[in-house]
Nanobody, 123 residues
Framework: EVQLVESGGGLVQAGGSLRLSCAASGFTFDHYAIGWFRQAPGKEREGVSCIRTNIGTTYYADSVKGRFTISSDNAKNTVYLQMNSLKPEDTAVYYC????????????????WGQGTQVTVSS
């Protein structure tokens, strides 16, 4: 059974940091790309960052470049999203998702999804 489990969300003040984790199981981890997406109330789901786990190719949305860092620990089948200099506009439910091999910023191209973790940034 494929499972993606996010953790690490919470409430933080603007300028603070959080690290999200996405623990994967049930598939060959390094055959997949893992993406982080977020959805705020009343807004569409948007791509934040993704990584091709076998070679480390990454993508970042312009809104998070220089503040967020994605990484993969293939021994632990886990992808991390280090979020620094958080802003109130980063507030959203953050999801991780998996698709075979290639990274994509488009959420509809991902096959498997986690349940999401809430990130709230106060001003």
């Amino acid at each position: 059974e494929v499972q993606l489990v996010e953790s690490g969300g919470g409430l933080v003040q603007a300028g603070g940091s959080l690290r999200l984790s996405c623990a994967a199981s049930g598939f060959t981890f390094d055959h997949y790309a893992i993406g982080w997406f977020r959805q705020a109330p009343g807004k569409e789901r948007e791509g934040v960052s993704c990584i091709r786990t076998n070679i480390g190719t990454t993508y970042y949305a312009d809104s998070v470049k220089g503040r967020f860092t994605i990484s993969s620990d293939n021994a632990k089948n886990t992808v991390y999203l280090q979020m620094n200099s958080l802003k109130p506009e980063d507030t959203a439910v953050y999801y991780c998702a998996a698709r075979p091999w290639y990274i994509s910023e488009d959420w509809w191209e991902y096959h498997y999804w986690g349940q999401g973790t809430q990130v709230t940034v106060s001003s």
